[in-house]
């Protein structure tokens, strides 16, 4: 038997910041909130909460069946995954069109099921297809079924041996590399996807080696059901050593090409290499102006032996705009609304203004309400294509357990990227803060220039189950008014290991640490500057800023350093339902080194709902160690992973 081988939002601040009695129901901006029209079902983020969203779909012949799934013989893992490659299954509760479109559902359906097996190396696995009783081999080219009940269809899967590889041969170009290096070795995981794999890693491998042309020219994959063993062959031609050429664009409307090429990072006559050609596709997605982008290259080579390139885009719409509300138990009600650009001056330019106010449910007085309002302006590729420049001034007045503060901040900004993973980043900001606190109240007006570095291995920043997020920042600071010189620094580590198929288990973990030098105690610097701990950011269960060193008077006063934690086992239940304990723990002290005398440790479950564009979060944690009369448990939500 011969088998072919070819091819086959940041997280959202805490809705549930305070804990104990805090609840918090938000009301998100009308494109990310509806209901499905006559389905009566409401919605967020293209989820359905309840109702039925399923739209009424006119299909010609309705035929309703029933279906059962034989798979004795098979271990879990290999049950679970025949259940998930079976449409007859999943899509059971959806009729089909007449008698024929039942037949065609299910040999389409049988061979999804062989190649099923086929990916976890079981090549002498027998699927049968009935329906009616009858193998859909043996049905006339137009058959008949008895409509009075439904159609019943029964899927019987033999899985047969486990193959494993035999002979392996690289032929051509691909004959000076290594079968080892891409999973093929005697004795070894024979699973299709496993060949698959490794074929087209050659290819990108000479690729790599910046021959854009280069192809197999043999793949043969021959199961020898006596031995149980696969014998794999594959051959490539690599082809000859060719530079970019001219980089073409199309589908552009309101963007100018010009910096669409420049920003890309395809420039002409620079070494070819695919993963060139997968960061540009990335970094022009990122930008949030298009919709999409495809990115062709040429099958042949220019005359000059150079590599055309075409990149394709869709622009999407530039101008966007959202409102919504809040109630909270504690906080009262409020609204929040935005509009925003993201193109504004041809070159992806985004512009956003913004605001809020809360506190209407607890009305005493205009004065007392909080309130933030701000514009930004980012302008990507300024000065060379891997920096940006951002720049904004935003106001806010905040009223916390902690303290309560009126600020504006001004800042210019600019980051450039080092490499892929790593980024560097200086601002310089102007702060006005009015604060009452524990030490009374007390004016500030600070000039600060924060310069952080981040590198970024995760393999998604959303949901990731590999690498690792590293962070060091540094904001030396100038508070004017009284002519106090103060620095803060931090870092904080955050790393991911997934095991098991699909990464079902992932162990994550984080550790977090700063410290303020300078001042003269802490009344000399701003509350927004000092440190404190508790709330869906830091240590769960706690309410926000509840962890801090206080004063006699039982008033926090926010410390010089800390030391926060997390570990986290995320376990995926289903494909889309995860659970996932966790345990946090902080320690904030009033000294520029932490003592540790007093560690706060909360722990808790959480439950995630995968999506698209990453998981939706929900969090439930309770203090171990408890304030006098502090919170009892605190809830958060979010979207994507909690770090």
């Known amino acids: 038997m011969r088998i072919p081988i070819g091819s086959t939002l940041p997280n959202l601040s805490s809705a549930f910041r305070e804990a104990g009695s805090a609840l918090t129901v938000a009301a998100t901006a009308l494109f990310c909130l509806g209901f499905a029209g006559d389905a009566h079902a409401f919605k967020i983020f ?97 058959p008949k079924f008895d409509r009075s009940g439904p159609v019943p269809v029964t899927l019987r899967i033999e899985p047969g041996p486990v193959f494993t590889l035999g002979d392996i041969r690289f032929e051509g170009d691909a004959a000076r590399l290594d079968p080892g290096r891409y999973g093929l070795r005697p004795g070894g995981d024979a699973g299709s996807l496993v060949i698959i794999k490794a074929a087209r890693q050659i290819v990108d491998d000479l690729k790599t080696e910046g021959r854009p042309l280069a192809h197999l020219t043999e793949q043969q994959v021959v199961a020898d ?15 000859p050593i060719a530079p970019i050429g001219p980089v073409s664009i199309s589908g552009e409307k309101a963007v100018d090409p010009d910096f669409i090429r420049r920003y890309s990072r395809l420039n002409q006559g620079k070494p070819y290499t695919p993963e060139d050609i997968r960061k540009a596709s990335e970094r022009l997605r990122k930008l949030g102006v298009f919709s999409s982008v495809t990115i062709r290259e040429s099958e042949a080579l220019a005359p000059d032996g150079s590599l055309p390139i075409g990149i394709t885009i869709s622009e999407g719409k530039h101008r966007y705009f959202g409102f919504g509300a809040s109630i909270s138990t504690i906080d009262g009600a409020g609204l ?4 925003g650009h993201r193109n504004l001056f041809g070159q992806a330019e985004s512009l956003r203004i913004e605001g809020s106010v809360g506190g209407l449910g607890n009305w005493n007085g205009i004065e007392n309400l909080d309130y933030t309002a701000g514009i930004s302006f980012v302008k990507p590729g300024a000065f060379v294509p ?3 420049l951002d720049t904004s001034i935003k106001g806010s007045t905040i009223t916390t357990e902690s303290y309560d503060a009126a600020s504006v901040v001004a800042r210019l900004g600019y980051s450039y990227e080092l490499t892929d993973k790593d980024t560097l980043s200086a601002a310089a900001t102007l702060s006005f803060d009015d604060i009452d606190d524990a030490f009374g109240n007390n004016r500030y007006v600070t000039f600060a220039v924060p310069i952080d570095y981040v590198r970024d291995t995760r393999d998604n920043t959303l949901n990731p189950t590999e690498g690792y997020r590293a962070t060091l920042s540094a904001a030396p600071s100038y508070e004017i008014l009284e002519g106090t010189i103060f620095s803060s620094f931090e870092g904080s580590i955050s790393g991911y290991r997934g095991f ?94 932490p003592d540790f005398s007093d560690v706060r440790l909360g722990a808790g479950i959480g439950l995630r709902y995968n999506t698209p564009f990453g998981p939706i979060r929900l969090d439930v ?17 979010g979207i994507g992973q909690s770090f």
């Not at 009424?56 to 893992?77: C, F, H, I, W």
């Not at 929040?336 to 509009?339: K, L, R």
């Not at 000092?530 to 800023?545: C, D, E, L």
């Open 46 to 142: 293209g989820i359905t909460l309840f109702g039925d969203d399923k739209a009424d779909v006119d299909v010609v012949d309705p035929l309703n069946y029933s279906v059962s799934l034989d798979a004795d013989g098979s271990d879990r893992e290999l049950a679970r995954a025949i259940e998930r490659s079976s449409l007859l299954v999943n899509q059971a509760e959806n009729p089909v069109s007449g008698d024929l479109g039942l037949v065609i559902k299910a040999r389409d359906d049988r061979d999804r099921l062989i190649a099923a097996l086929y990916e976890r190396a079981h090549y002498g696995g027998v699927v049968t297809v009935t329906i009616n009783g009858r193998n859909i081999d043996d049905l006339p080219p137009n």
């Open 225 to 239: 059901h006596k031995s149980q063993t696969v014998d794999v062959v594959l051959g490539a031609e690599s082809g």
């Open 336 to 339: 929040q609304g935005y509009w």
């Open 386 to 388: 891997s920096g940006t």
């Open 500 to 593: 098991g198929e699909d990464d079902r288990l992932v162990l994550a973990g984080k550790l977090a640490a700063g410290t303020l030098i300078g001042g003269d105690g802490l009344a000399s610097m701003p509350a927004t500057r000092r440190f404190y701990a508790g709330g869906g950011g830091s240590v769960r269960g706690y309410a926000y800023q509840e962890i801090s060193p206080y004063n006699g008077s039982g008033d926090a006063t926010g410390g010089r350093s800390y030391v926060t934690g997390s570990v986290e086992a995320r376990l995926n239940v289903t494909d889309a339902i995860g659970v996932v304990p966790f345990l946090d723990f902080g320690t904030v002290s009033s000294e520029i080194y």
């Open 621 to 637: 944690a309770m203090p171990l160690d408890r304030y006098d009369g502090g919170s009892r448990y605190g809830i958060y939500a």
